[in-house]
Structure formats: C-alpha cells, structure tokens
C-alpha cells in the first residue's frame, strides 16, 4: 500500500543528528536511516504481513512481561499493547517501508517496529507522535530488548505462520493430483526410464505418485517450522541478558506463548541462540526439496503434454494463452514452465540461506535479514506457484486415451508384461521382430498364434499390469 503524506514534517534526532519526519508517519528517525541507507530492493517490510505479525506478537509478549515487572506504567502498557493488537489486526503495515535487506543484522527492522508501535500508543494515550516522553521506542517498546533478540524471534513467529498458510496451499495441490490418480486410474499408459519405452503402468499411478513424494514433505515442513518455536527472548545483545530483569525472559516467553497460542519454549543457551540461525537453514533445505521435486513433476508434464502431433501428448494441458508471435496454433504449456522456474528461484535462495548462515561470526550473524528475506520470498512465491498450477493446469488436465492406448500396442515394452506367459525364448523373437519391422508386439504376438486376442487383453488389462498377478494363461506356441 502507498503511502501519502502532505508534505508537512516534524523534528526527530539521534546520535547521528536531526531529522525531517512526515508528520503524518507512525515510523521515525531510525526508520527513515534504513529508508534512506538501504534503496537496495523492491522487497519490503510491507509486502511481508507474517514477519509485522511476528514483530507485534515480540513486542507485545516484551510489553506483557515489562509491564508484570513494574518497567512500564498502565498506560504505556495499554497503549503498546492496542498498537500490537492493531498490527496483528492488519492495521499500519503501510507505515514498515524498510528494506527487507539491510545492514545492522535487523537493527533497521526493530526500530521500524519500535517507533510505529511507539507512535500509534502516542496517539491512543492522547498524544502526537514524536512525543517520546510520554512513550519511548528504545525506553519502553524495547525495554530489556536488543535488536539480536527481538529481531530473530519475530522471525521465528513470523515463519512459523507462514508455514501453517504454506501447508494448507501445499495440501490443496496434492489433493488435485490425487483427483487425477482416481480419474485415471483406468487409463493405461507406457511407463518410461531414461526416457526409454518401460512396461506399462496406468497414468492414475502417475499422478498417485506425484501425491505421494509431495505428500512426504509435509511432515518435514512441519518439524522444520517446529524449531521456529524457540526463541531467545531475553538475550538482549549476546545472549546474557545485560539490560533485562531477572524473570524477564520467562515471562516474556509465556507472554507470546499466551498470545499465539503456540508451544513457544525459551532456548536452553541463549549465547548459543544468538548466533544460531540454522533453524533457518533447516525450513529453505526443506523448501529446496519441494523445489527439486515440483521441478520433476512439471517436466513430467510438459513432457507427457508435448505435441500436439509430434510429441507424446498422452495428457492434454489447458491452454492458457497463445504460444508465440510467429506461429499461428501454438500453446505452450506455460503453467508448468513457471513452477519450474519458481523452483530455480528457490533453490537458488536456499543456497544464498545456506551461505548466510555461515556468515555467523563470533555472538551474532549480521547475515539475518537476507536470511529471512529469501525465506519468505521462497514460501511466498511457492505458494502463489501451488495456487497457479492447481487452478489452471492441475485441476483441467484431460488424458488422451486413444494415443496413450496405441503407444502401448505400438511399444516393444509389453513384452515384458508377456515374458512371464510366452517365455523368453517367444519374448525375444516377437522384441527382435517388432524392432526389425517397426510394427508392434501386440499385432505380432496375435500373427505368431501365440496367444488369443482375448488372452492378450486380459494379459494387457489395467487391473493386470499394475501390480503383481498370477494369470492361468499357457501361450500357444
């Protein structure tokens, strides 16, 4: 959302010196620095809803357990604590235009979130923003707060949200493909190895199989997104909690814990969570895998669609736009070609998660917010890709039975199928002939008089050729 202001300004300062502020802005000094220090990308704070939700849940559960400590007085507290309720409600996300990449490990990002949340309780206390004497960003929004705890936790929470939407669009994809496995689980198809005819199969395993290598990421997305759940509230800038009362980071954590009403627990060594941001490379690994397998099924499918006449074109893909400026009648299959190129995208930001972590130097890594920038953007751009590929390929792919059924009466692969009945001696003669002349094993098997044509098509019947049978059938030859 664009933000409009009238022109008009107001005075803010730091250690670096003053500031022209829109008066109209929830944010403040701090944050017009990281506007003006980091022109960097087009990836904003904004575009992010998850990430200001996790940012709101920090400080709210640090306004909770500050407020319970005597730090922060009833009214700073209620104020603080609607101004969070209201960024959680959506409200204000207009006013985080920061950077998503940033240097300051986050620094930029939490005082985004401080002044926006000072300056909204200014105004609900009866005050105008820049009023910090009433409510401080850095004295009351980030009281026995540094940037090196607060900032990875509302990562934590913000992914950890993330994911749960992220499942529910991962679900609805492999229930489409496991539509298409009962809609063709009739339909009998070539199987095919290093793009080589195989034996036959039906194109509802086809489709059953890719439910099935989806369906096993779901488990792991969610025990990936599980160590989202602990945090290091309370670390202040390294981990020993300098800054922050006895108590506070117990009762911060509870506080979020209550909030969410997620199983937040408080880290175990919070020196050791503070630079530790491999929980981060643990959930981008899990998306690369996604990634590698969505990128296997769209080629399978832009492969079985090709053609429409001198390629397989055992399905038939929706069309969805003219396929060139030159060529009057061609379709691509442009769904499929742009899954694929969304799960580049993603694994190229795994490794930029994986080359970041590394980046950790002795209590911190100042690589964090790249980190959690590639994050977001691989599960954001992921699940836009799901909704994509479901709606306008998936769900309206149509199987050309007539052409998956001549390929295999065409292909020397049923020979396989037949071994067991005809012999290997009668297999290979019909595979050699078929070869030879160019003309397939079905015609040739019922030419030799080894078996009935009734015999062949129990032998080549669906129900048959999936899966391991015993058949009472003796060739004739």
């Not at 689980?185 to 989806?214: C, H, N, W, Y």
């Not at 690994?285 to 099924?297: C, D, E, G, P, Q």
Request: hydrophobic share 40%; glycine share 8%; proline share 4%.
């Amino acid at each position: 959302m664009a933000i409009h202001f009238s022109g008009k300004t107001r005075t803010e300062s730091d250690l670096i010196g003053e500031l022209q502020i829109p008066i109209e802005a929830l944010y403040g000094v701090q944050t017009q620095r990281g506007i003006e220090n980091f022109p960097i990308s087009k990836f904003k704070l904004s575009d992010y809803p998850t990430f200001i939700h996790g940012l709101a849940y920090t400080k709210l559960g640090a306004a909770e357990a500050n407020h319970s400590l005597g730090l922060l007085t009833d009214e700073q507290y209620t104020g603080i604590r609607k101004a969070c309720e209201e960024l959680l409600a959506g409200q204000h996300h207009e006013m985080f235009p920061v950077d998503m990449i940033q240097g300051g490990a986050g620094t930029t990002t939490n005082m985004n979130a401080n002044e926006v949340i000072a300056n909204r309780a200014l105004q609900i206390m009866g005050h105008q923003p820049g009023e910090y004497q009433y409510c401080s960003p850095n004295d009351h929004v980030n009281c026995a707060q540094s940037t090196n705890d607060a900032y990875p936790t509302a990562i934590h929470l913000g992914l950890y949200a993330t994911n749960k939407e992220f499942v529910k669009h991962f679900e609805q994809l492999i229930a489409a493909f496991e539509a298409k496995a009962i809609e063709f689980k009739d339909v009998l198809k070539m199987g095919r190895t290093q793009l080589e005819d195989a034996v036959p199969m039906t194109l509802g395993q086809t489709f059953g199989a890719f439910a099935s290598i989806l369906r096993d990421e779901v488990k792991h997305l969610n025990d990936a997104a599980e160590e989202f759940l602990t945090i290091n509230m309370g670390a202040t800038a390294i981990g020993t909690g300098i800054c922050a009362q006895p108590g506070y980071a117990e009762k911060c954590t509870a506080a979020i814990a209550q909030a969410t009403g997620w199983n937040v627990v408080l880290a175990a060594d919070l020196v050791a969570a503070t630079s530790d941001t491999s929980c981060m490379v643990g959930y981008s690994s899990v998306l690369r895998r996604i990634a590698t397998k969505m990128n296997k099924i769209c080629n399978d499918l832009r492969l079985l669609g090709s053609g429409p006449k001198c390629g397989l074109h055992e399905l038939e893909l929706p069309a969805r736009q003219p396929g060139s400026s030159i060529m009057p009648g061609k379709v691509n299959p442009v769904i499929p070609e742009v899954m694929n190129q969304i799960s580049y995208k993603v694994i190229g930001n795994d490794l930029c998660v994986a080359m970041c972590n590394e980046a950790a130097q002795m209590e911190l890594n100042m690589a964090e917010p790249t980190m959690a920038q590639c994050c977001f953007e691989s599960a954001e751009i992921m699940m836009n890709g799901f909704d994509v590929l479901r709606k306008f390929c998936i769900e309206g792919i149509k199987a050309d039975k007539t052409r998956c059924e001549n390929y295999i009466k065409g292909s020397i692969g049923i020979v396989t199928a037949l071994n067991p009945i005809i012999g290997y001696k009668n297999s290979t003669k019909i595979a050699k002939e078929a070869l030879a002349t160019g003309r397939g094993v079905y015609e040739l098997v019922l030419e030799h008089g080894i078996l009935t044509k009734e015999e062949l098509d129990t032998i080549l019947s669906p129900e048959n050729m999936i899966r391991p049978v015993k058949l009472d059938i003796k060739p004739r030859r």
